[in-house]
């Protein structure tokens, strides 16, 4: 009986391990991409003659884009989310996010 018990307790633990040995793991590729672009303009007439009462003006503006990328042979997929500003027109603890919009969601 006890090597009935052995044997029963053997199969039962090996035999499922072996089975999943010969399954091949099928993981997926992940990643983040981070993209900054500040850009410094200086506007004083550009494109058309300046007023005399026009004052040149220079400010900076940025786009800020965040993404994940799924990949594992199947499915692909993507996920972006962007922010565009000018440097000192938004208030640094403004968390109304009206200037966060998705840039691009695919699957």
Partial sequence: MQKFIAIALLVIFVFPLQMNAQEEEKGGEFSIDINLRPRFEYRNGYSYPRLETDKPSAFISNRARI?????????????????????????????????TTMHEAWA
């Fill in 67 to 99: 993404g994940a990328n799924f990949d594992n042979g199947f499915l692909s997929a993507r996920i972006a989310a962007q922010d565009i500003s000018v440097w000192g027109q938004k208030r640094q603890n403004d968390n109304d996010g009206a200037r």
